[in-house]
């Protein structure tokens, strides 16, 4: 597996207070996804980044901002967190290498579970 | 915009079982297919992919998928299905040249003993 890490793991937070999601890679790769995993939605995509300072949205991208002002961290901002924001947040990367076996494949972070009261 | 349907939300299956879980997708151009498996409490890691070739293609832990073009789908098939499959199913797709997944709703797998 890529060395992704997420943190915190898990997260309580009240309604109304700003949180920030942590995403450390350690295998150079230039996308990073965030995405947040619901029960019947299965994954959607919040925001991408396709290189330091280059960041796109995703479907879900409304109440989120992101930045990455280095290749190994990708912060996912929740301006002012709402309940319907309570959900698994995941982020992952994607190998561009295109002479390797895991060409174009996707590795995923463990996760980090939000909580909005 | 592409689409991915997962067909089967939630299967349930007896141990050697076989398995077929299905995974539709909409876009008609170059298209690069995936399945990934999420174990309860765990991250999503990769069960296959497909770019090109052969269109049947074998992953890990005995799963294999069946590219058929003319149909837009890419199955997920397992002859005989163990307590340890137990987990979330889900297809992906990007487009040729792409590095942005369309992923399905997933299908939830219990398998019981």
């Known amino acids: 597996d890529a060395g992704i890490t997420q943190s915190p793991r898990h997260k309580v937070t009240e309604t109304g207070t700003p949180v920030t999601l942590r995403c450390h890679q350690t295998?150079?790769?230039?996308?990073m996804y965030w995405y947040r995993q619901d029960p019947g939605h299965g994954l959607r995509l919040i925001h991408y980044?396709?290189?330091?300072?280059?960041?796109d949205k995703g479907e879900v991208s409304d109440g989120y901002s992101v930045s990455r002002s280095k290749t190994e961290d990708f912060l996912l901002t929740l301006e002012s967190a709402t309940s319907s924001q309570t959900s698994v947040y995941f982020c992952?990367?994607?190998?561009?290498?295109?002479?390797?076996?895991?060409?174009?494949?996707?590795?995923f972070g463990p996760g980090t579970r939000l909580t909005v009261l | 915009a592409q689409s991915v349907s997962q067909h089967n939300h939630h299967v349930i299956l007896s141990e050697a079982a076989s398995l077929e879980l299905g995974c539709n997708y909409s876009?008609?151009?170059?298209?690069?297919l995936f399945w990934y498996v999420q174990y309860p409490g765990q991250h999503l890691q990769l069960l296959l992919k497909?770019?090109?070739?052969?269109?049947l293609v074998k992953g890990i832990k005995g799963f294999e998928a069946e590219f058929i073009k003319s149909k837009f789908s890419f199955n997920l098939r397992k002859p005989s299905v163990q307590w340890s499959d137990t987990a979330e199913y889900f297809c992906?797709?990007?487009?040729?040249?792409?590095?942005?997944?369309?992923f399905g709703r997933g299908t939830s797998l219990i398998v019981h003993p």
């Open positions: 992906a797709v990007k487009r040729g040249g792409s590095y942005i997944p369309t």
């Open positions: 876009y008609g151009g170059t298209v690069n």
């Open positions: 992952a990367t994607n190998s561009e290498a295109s002479g390797s076996s895991s060409y174009n494949e996707q590795f």
């Open positions: 295998e150079n790769h230039r996308y």
């Open positions: 497909y770019f090109s070739g052969d269109p």
């Open positions: 980044s396709y290189g330091v300072k280059d960041t």
